[in-house]
T-cell receptor, first 111, second 112 residues
């Protein structure tokens, strides 16, 4: 089992729709969870982080965490063509100090 | 402010030549530091991480090594580059408290 799993996509949504990106992880000791956006040829940019079960909203983005199910997701509301990128998730815990990334989900927002 | 510097942005090196990539962080102390490699169209492969000066953990045995001579400096090295070392190398740091983690701009290495 991979440490962090994401559907590689591409996930294609029309402009204005909600994009839902999912991530599962294996380390139950994970305490912080990060979502990144990476455009082709660029370094990843931090979108948001979440530490507690439930939802966390930041503008058009909502992260959802369920530690019991070892599942974290990212919702993007009112998707824009500029949101087309690869989205990476990474859990972190001080049991290992590793910051392991999923392989990413490619999102395509159609105008 | 907290920033991360990584250089050079691009590098073309012949097979068998040495490598040294440097990453420095400003505006923080005792960060966790990470080196990743990303092959074209692939995910981020964790190469090394460090939780303190002189403390290096290796994830993948290979032709590379890392060092942390100062608290906010992380260096990736190779004595002899292989063609398979080509890729996009990224340095990242994790803020104390694990609230945020940021990447440098990356170094695109081509071994020819």
């Amino acid at each position: 089992q991979k440490e962090v799993e994401q559907n590689s996509g591409p996930l294609s949504v029309p402009e204005g729709a909600i994009a839902s990106l999912n991530c599962t992880y294996s380390d139950r000791g994970s305490q912080s969870f990060f979502w990144y956006r990476q455009y082709s040829g660029k370094s990843p940019e931090l979108i948001m982080s979440i530490y507690s079960n439930g939802d966390k909203e930041d503008g058009r983005f909502t992260a959802q965490l369920n530690k019991a199910s070892q599942y974290v997701s990212l919702l993007i509301r009112d998707s824009q063509p500029s949101d087309s990128a690869t989205y990476l998730c990474a859990p972190y815990g001080d049991s290992s100090y590793k910051l392991i990334f999923g392989s990413g989900t490619r999102l395509l927002v159609r105008p | 402010s907290q920033t991360i510097h990584q250089w050079p942005a691009t590098l073309v090196q012949p097979v068998g030549s040495p490598l040294s990539l440097e990453c420095t962080v400003e505006g923080t102390s005792n960060p966790n530091l990470y080196w990743y490699r990303q092959a074209a169209g692939r995910g981020l492969q964790l190469l090394f991480y460090s939780v303190g000066i002189g403390q290096i953990s290796s994830e993948v045995p290979q032709n590379l090594s890392a060092s942390r001579p100062q608290d906010r400096q992380f260096i990736l090295s190779s004595k002899k580059l292989l063609l398979s070392d080509s890729g996009f190398y990224l340095c990242a740091w994790l803020v104390r408290g694990w609230t945020e983690a940021f990447f440098g701009q990356g170094t695109r290495l081509t071994v020819v």
